[in-house]
């Protein structure tokens, strides 16, 4: 079967470094992405990976490991406005028609 | 750009009765929309994929019958929820994806159904 799991909730402070880890076991396989979704909003793409190897989008980088089935996402200097949910997701399916299967998501509570 | 609306945002309505929720992206053709079904503080569940002028592909156990989709341009498609009953309440949420950018997907803001 399918799963990606997340850890449920990561807290840090403001300032901090945290990282979300993202382990997958999905039928098919063409990269990995992010999403972030506030509390009622619409998920927000963050990054995506396809290649082993570091991404890096600003205060953002997310990070992917094929042969480990393995990922995360590293946020850093963390902000307030950074508390939301985060999600990975494998893209799978044939090429023009990839559609994404979702982690089990991260609640991040980001503290003064 | 990449601006994905739904209409409505909230929607109530009594058990028996059907439920029409569009989902548009307003600033580029959409060649695939999806839709998802959300429970509070849960993950995404893919309900189904559609493309314009095809029909759409449904996930395992999403009942075609009752979540009917239509992708009638390359801006819009519409789910609805037919014979609504108090466990389909939820948030659905639609997302819509460029030819330019095979890998990133456009959500909308969703919609809170409730189905008293």
């Known amino acids: 079967g399918q799963s990606l799991e997340q850890p449920s909730e990561v807290t840090a402070v403001e300032g901090a470094i945290v990282q979300i880890n993202c382990t997958y076991q999905?039928?098919?396989?063409?990269?990995l992405s992010w999403y972030q979704q506030h509390d009622g909003g619409a998920p927000t793409f963050l990054s995506y990976?396809?290649?082993?190897g570091l991404e890096e989008t600003g205060r953002f980088s997310s990070f992917l490991s094929r042969s480990d089935s393995y990922g995360y996402l590293l946020l850093q200097e963390l902000q307030m406005k950074d508390s939301a949910s985060y999600f990975c997701?494998?893209?799978?399916?044939?090429?023009?028609?990839?559609?994404?299967?979702f982690g089990t998501g991260t609640r991040l509570l980001v503290s003064p | 750009g990449a601006v994905v609306s739904q209409h409505p945002s909230r929607v109530i309505c009594k058990s028996g009765t059907s439920v029409k929720i569009e989902c548009r992206s307003l600033d580029f053709q959409a060649t695939t929309m999806f839709w998802y079904r959300q429970f509070p503080k849960k993950s995404l569940m893919l309900m189904a994929t559609?493309?314009?002028?095809?029909?759409?592909?449904?996930e395992q156990g999403v009942e075609k019958d009752k979540f009917l989709i239509n992708h009638a341009s390359l801006t819009l498609s519409t789910l609805t929820v037919t014979s609504a009953h108090p466990e389909d309440s939820s948030f659905y949420i639609c997302?819509?994806?460029?030819?330019?950018?095979?890998?990133?997907?456009?959500f909308g803001p969703g919609t809170r159904l409730t189905v008293t």
């Open positions: 999905t039928s098919g396989f063409y990269g």
């Open positions: 997302s819509a994806k460029m030819a330019e950018k095979l890998y990133e997907q456009y």
């Open positions: 997701a494998v893209s799978e399916g044939d090429t023009g028609f990839q559609k994404l299967v």
């Open positions: 559609s493309n314009e002028g095809s029909k759409a592909t449904y």
């Open positions: 990976n396809a290649l082993d």
